[in-house]
């Protein structure tokens, strides 16, 4: 047999379509951890129009600055250093749904991430709730890490709001990239299938679990075949641990009104407790409500981020 026709032969042909697959699969999950200290979305924007050449917030990347942005682009990792300027008066909050960042013991807590090197200064503010902020401190870019435990802040950050005070350097005010959780400060708040056994074995587990595979179509509760893969899986952990009652929390993307997505988020976690009901689960174990698009995980202007924010979470009671 030739080598070319070693090469092309249907069962290496299989090999070769499959591996660039299980290397995507690979790195979708490693880039779910790695994301997980960041800002998934950008909760409030105000622009100061201090800076009166642009009628929005701007910034830019590199040597292309200052142009006008797009701030969502400083969510995430951010590996390409997309930077947001904040002039005098404009602030931006940053908000994480993936987790939280604790005040971890004789440690700093939370990196702010700049360009520059104009020394401009920012207010910082932090909340747990998004409604209720609690001054931090105000720092600049040769001083940004934050130590919650010098501040009279003292629950964990979900909202962190960054304030500029300046209009210094060639795109005037504090040049922003991200603000993070320093290593030892950062708690995931959700988990996927893949740790189900630690889910109801742990009972220290706070998190809630992702069930990836019982997703939906827009404007639909139908759960599809692989969902049901995934309610099986959950069927067999109720009955190994009978002790263990459960929240089934339905969502939605933004799409349509409030109302009717509210409704539709209600009809989806109903359609997972139904499920679990049907195969012989008590439904005094099991609670459902829905949450409509109150509360998303990613911003709801793409198809990806729409996908993500219509999910089924399932929580320890």
Not at 72 to 80: D, V, W, Y
Request: one cysteine or more.
């Amino acid at each position: 047999m030739t080598t070319h026709s070693i090469l092309f032969h249907p069962r290496n042909l299989i090999i070769f379509l499959l591996i660039p697959l299980f290397l995507f699969s690979s790195w979708v999950c490693a880039q779910k951890k790695v994301d997980s200290k960041y800002p998934d979305l950008i909760f409030e924007a105000y622009y100061s129009g201090y800076f009166n050449v642009f009628d929005g917030l701007y910034g830019g990347k590199g040597i292309d600055h200052p142009i006008r942005m797009d701030v969502n682009k400083i969510l995430g990792e951010n590996k390409e250093k997309w930077f947001v300027s904040l002039p005098t008066g404009s602030y931006i909050i940053l908000q994480y749904t993936d987790n939280e960042i604790f005040d971890a013991p004789n440690q700093n807590d939370i990196f702010i991430e700049y360009v520059g090197c104009c020394d401009e200064y920012i207010d910082v503010s932090a909340s747990y709730d998004g409604k209720v902020f609690t001054y931090l401190g105000r720092y600049s870019g040769c001083d940004n890490e934050i130590d919650l435990a010098k501040t009279k802040y003292k629950q964990p950050v979900r909202f962190l709001k960054i304030e500029g005070l300046d209009v210094k350097c060639s795109s005037p005010g504090f040049d922003l990239v991200s603000a993070y959780a320093l290593p030892g400060a950062n708690r995931e708040l959700f988990t996927g299938m893949e740790e189900v056994d630690t889910f109801f074995e742990n009972k220290n587990d706070k998190r809630a679990l992702i069930m990836e595979n019982v997703y939906f179509e827009n404007d639909s509760y139908e759960i599809k075949d692989k969902g049901v893969q995934d309610l099986d899986i959950i069927i067999s952990k109720l009955e190994e641990f009978p002790e263990i009652n459960v929240l089934i929390h339905g969502h939605t993307d933004s799409n349509a009104s409030e109302s009717y997505n509210q409704i539709l988020s209600e009809n989806r976690a109903k359609s997972v407790k139904s499920y679990l009901i049907s195969k012989g689960i008590n439904p005094h174990r099991i609670e459902s409500m829905g949450f409509g698009e109150s509360k998303p995980l990613r911003p709801n202007d793409t198809e990806e981020g729409r996908a993500i924010n219509r999910r089924v979470e399932l929580r320890k009671k």
